[in-house]
């Protein structure tokens, strides 16, 4: 992480006997929205028939050597930010399912996930990043957990300082969920340590992957409220500080609290 993008090809995969191509039509003019956002330019691409429709993007950046981001590395007395709320996953779910009675939930939930990273990214550019990750099909639990198990130290989140989208919690405590937290939950359940306070009703966000997530980001605990001043500034309002590095205690890796 850390790079400019320059350069983007199309992957396609579409069903052209079931979907009319106008659909295939914004899922790319959509991209390219994005592309041109970033400042990257569409060089071509490729398309391929298939039975469901698939999409992505093949991206070459540029980046200095020295200032490459790796999803580990955090230092013991670390402060961790996030950069988006969390949520999204089960927001979907429940959307599809009919489930989701408030409109302006999931518009916010589409405003998120359709937000790039790149200014977050700009703003720690400044600081002395130690490690970093995106948040996507993971979970936030998951990300975390891979971060520290690349780390010399141990992260601990705290439950209440994380921010997430509006009716995601009361979703989880409606019954909607998602196909991925239980795989989340049981891959990263043997190296995590819950305290006791931890919200039993509030865990399962821990667990919801997310689409287009923010950043979760390890910097100098000295860098910290200048680094979140600055996002919030720069419209990302709901960054927070989210929790910090320790000293690693055994084959624990990940601490809630």
Request: charge should be negative; aromatic fraction near 4%; glycine fraction near 10%.
């Amino acid at each position: 992480m850390g790079a400019r993008p320059v350069t983007c090809l199309n992957l396609v995969s579409f069903p052209s006997g079931k979907l009319p191509p106008e659909q295939l039509h914004g899922i790319v003019a959509g991209a390219l929205d994005k592309i041109t956002e970033s400042g990257a330019v569409l060089a071509g691409g490729h398309s391929v028939e298939d039975s469901e429709p698939k999409f992505g993007l093949s991206v070459t950046g540029v980046v200095h050597p020295e200032k490459i981001w790796r999803n580990v590395g955090a230092r013991h007395g670390d402060v961790l930010i996030l950069t988006k709320p969390i949520g999204s996953g089960v927001l979907f779910n429940a959307e599809l399912k009919g489930k989701l009675k408030d409109p302006g939930a999931f518009k916010a939930c589409i405003e998120c996930v359709t937000t790039l990273n790149n200014t977050a990214a700009e703003i720690f550019a400044r600081f002395e990043v130690h490690a970093a990750t995106d948040i996507t099909g993971f979970g936030l639990a998951g990300h975390a957990l891979e971060m520290a198990q690349g780390s010399e130290a141990a992260l601990t989140l705290e439950l209440d300082a994380l921010p997430v989208m509006a009716q995601a919690l009361e979703m989880y405590g409606a019954g909607v969920t998602t196909g991925v937290n239980r795989h989340n939950r049981e891959k990263t359940m043997p190296h995590l340590r819950l305290e006791d306070s931890t919200a039993v009703d509030r865990q399962e966000i821990l667990f919801d992957p997310q689409t287009s997530g923010g950043l979760l980001v390890a910097l100098p605990e000295e860098q910290a409220a200048g680094a979140l001043d600055q996002l919030r500034q720069s419209g990302i309002k709901e960054a927070a500080i989210v929790g910090h590095s320790s000293q690693r205690d055994k084959d624990t890796h990940l601490v809630i609290k």
